[in-house]
């Protein structure tokens, strides 16, 4: 386990500058127990929210061993009960103020998060639905889901149950509908993100081959950080293609 000393009670990111150390430092301190962690990873965590190092004139990252010791509460979170970033970085914040931890009640009593229970979700999306809970969920008849399944857009579970993201997926395609986009104008989409899941496994299946069940638990975090990253890498190309600015 990672071991830093206390730096008398200064804030994150505020210690001394005799106590900094640069990112590839960093990444040598959590590597002995976080062998897959890497630059860039600490540089997404950064950007998601979870750290905040101290920069120098150069623009340089400076951790502190508040810093280093928050990230590895971050990959141990991941790593050992699959919490999404939001989650984690709340439960933190929460604990450096003294406060419960956030979303205590997404948790089992073993503290892991259930897959699924995204705490921002309401209503039948938050766990897996019947046909005609979907139906109601997403307000469309039977023969446009029938319609959107032939096209592959929705596909339920062996046992004709539907899940959060199929929800979502209805929701959206049946929104696209109103703009005259029909399921026939979708099938790219669904076609370019079969190709992204599968970048994405090829990168996740050696974590789920490695001997280290550690390693191994760590590969759905990584799939979701992935996942992640593919849809807001989406997002920003049809920006770009569009010349869309967002405020």
Do not use: C
């Amino acid at each position: 386990m990672l071991r830093t000393k206390p730096a008398g009670g200064a804030a994150r990111g505020t210690a001394g500058g005799d106590r900094l150390v640069s990112i590839g430092s960093v990444l040598n301190q959590l590597r002995d127990e976080f062998p897959e962690v890497t630059i860039s990873k600490i540089r997404f965590l950064e950007s998601e929210g979870l750290v905040e190092p101290r920069r120098t004139a150069s623009g340089y990252r400076k951790f502190s061993p508040e810093d280093v010791e928050r990230l590895a509460q971050v990959l141990r979170m991941q790593r050992d009960h699959y919490l999404p970033l939001k989650v984690i970085r709340e439960q933190l914040d929460a604990l450096e103020r003294g406060d419960p931890p956030a979303h205590r009640s997404q948790s089992t009593p073993d503290g892991i998060y259930q897959p699924g229970e995204d705490p921002e979700r309401e209503g039948p999306t938050a766990a897996r639905v019947g046909r005609s809970e979907l139906l109601a969920a997403a307000e469309i008849t039977e023969d446009e889901l029938a319609t959107w399944e032939s096209y592959g857009l929705i596909t339920s579970a062996a046992d004709g149950a539907y899940d959060a993201q199929s929800v979502t997926v209805a929701k959206l395609v049946a929104h696209l509908g109103r703009f005259g986009l029909e399921p026939r104008h979708l099938r790219a989409m669904k076609a370019a993100a079969d190709r992204e899941a599968g970048l994405v496994e090829q990168v996740v299946a050696p974590l789920r081959r490695h001997r280290n069940p550690q390693t191994r638990a760590h590969a759905e975090a990584t799939t979701k950080e992935l996942a992640d990253l593919s849809v807001r890498l989406h997002a920003a190309l049809v920006q770009t293609a569009l010349g869309v600015r967002l405020r």
